[in-house]
């Protein structure tokens, strides 16, 4: 599974902006999808992550209520909407995917996913 994050840019403090994270195939339909971000410096954290069989979604507390992770089958994308931004959000942003049905505990964990595309670039002015 090939997987491409893009989207990222700059905005300013308040802003917003929709990642994307394409597939390679339809691998969407199940498993589990990753948000995670890596700041200058900083190691590479957990922002989202959603098993899509029961709908099972964790968020960071960082970014709880401003972020929402979605997808459209059709298209074979999956989305990182991002409302409120601060500069702290500021990373390079990667989607990252297993075939395996997650739990709650660990969605957030990196060493979970097998399969991660390029990151893309966010940076929040402020």
């Known amino acids: 599974v090939q997987l491409q994050a893009s989207g990222g840019g700059l905005v300013q403090a308040g802003g917003s902006l929709r990642l994307s994270c394409a597939a390679s195939e339809s691998t969407f339909s199940s498993g589990t999808l990753g948000w995670f971000r890596q700041a200058p410096g900083k190691e590479r954290e957990f922002v989202a992550g959603k098993r899509w069989s029961f709908g099972t979604t964790a968020y960071a507390t960082s970014v709880k209520g401003r972020f929402t992770i979605s997808k459209d089958n059709a298209k074979k994308m999956v989305y990182l909407q991002m409302n409120s931004l601060k500069p702290e959000d500021t990373a390079v942003y990667y989607c990252?995917?297993?075939?395996?049905?997650?739990?709650?505990?660990?969605?957030?964990?990196?060493?979970?996913?097998?399969?991660w595309g390029q990151g893309t670039l966010v940076t929040v002015s402020s």
């Open positions: 990252a995917f297993t075939t395996r049905n997650l739990i709650y505990s660990s969605l957030s964990s990196r060493a979970e996913y097998e399969n």
